[in-house]
């Protein structure tokens, strides 16, 4: 009675339907959810056309074509896992990446037949698959406040009578 009482309770939290989501999914999407993403459940999936969408709980959200490969990950303002970056980027593109210390400031990936697209944690990097080159917006910048503006003294640090002070 006690086990079924549990069993009850844990369907009306969710959990059941997230094991029938987890369930739903084809074999190959259930392979990548769990190799990237392991112990995560499933929040939903929907099938809509050729795309698949599965959402992770409190996780990314991810898109597959009709072959099942990923065409689309967004982290929802979480980094993607390090393992996929080097599992599923080419190389060039994720040497880039470790080269300038941005494999943990990857959020987003969305990739077609010509070209992937990262969002970082201030921009954007393309890679074009055909040339290996790789190109992006430069990271966004907070203007600086003009000297004259109100709040400036402290902005620079110290009044003109302070550095005379100092000098």
Not at 52 to 70: A, K, Q
Not at 120 to 149: H, N, W
Request: aromatic share 10%.
């Amino acid at each position: 009675m006690a086990a079924m009482l549990v069993f009850v309770c844990a369907c009306s939290l969710g959990s059941c339907k997230n094991n029938d989501d987890y369930n739903a999914l084809p074999g190959k999407i259930a392979d990548f959810v769990s190799r990237y993403f392991p112990g995560q459940r499933v929040a939903s999936y929907t099938h809509s056309g050729v795309n698949y969408h599965v959402r992770i709980d409190n996780g990314p959200g991810l898109t597959f074509g009709e072959n099942y490969g990923w065409t689309a990950i967004d982290g929802y303002g979480m980094p993607l896992p390090q393992v996929m970056l080097f599992d599923q980027l080419p190389p060039r593109l994720y040497a880039y990446l470790q080269d300038s210390q941005q494999l943990d400031s990857v959020f987003g990936m969305e990739r077609d037949s010509k070209r992937y697209v990262l969002t970082l944690l201030d921009s954007t990097l393309t890679y074009d698959i055909s040339t290996g080159e790789l190109s992006g917006t430069p990271p966004s910048r907070v203007p600086a406040r003009p000297v004259g503006a109100a709040g400036s003294r402290r902005a620079a640090g110290m009044t003109a009578r302070e550095r005379g002070r100092r000098q």
